[in-house]
């Protein structure tokens, strides 16, 4: 899946994540890519990121 590997993810990139808090409900927050903070190649569970509002989770989906 694409939101698994970091090679598929920048910043500037509209993205919708799953927040910690939200990892229970599987809710997601959409927003644009900062900065990726997962540093290995790709993740299970997805790459994880800073939002530009400052918001971090792991990348979902990639709008």
């Known amino acids: 899946m694409p ?3 970091r090679t598929n ?3 500037g990139d509209r993205v ?6 939200d990892q229970g409900s599987g809710t997601l927050t959409e927003g644009t890519v ?5 540093n290995a190649k ?6 994880k990121v800073r939002l530009v509002d400052g918001r971090v989770g792991r ?5």
């Open 3 to 5: 939101n698994r590997k």
């Open 9 to 11: 993810i920048k910043p």
């Open 16 to 21: 919708r994540i799953v927040l910690k808090a």
């Open 34 to 38: 900062d900065k990726l903070l997962t």
């Open 42 to 47: 790709d993740h299970p569970h997805g790459i």
């Open 59 to 63: 990348v979902k989906e990639i709008l």
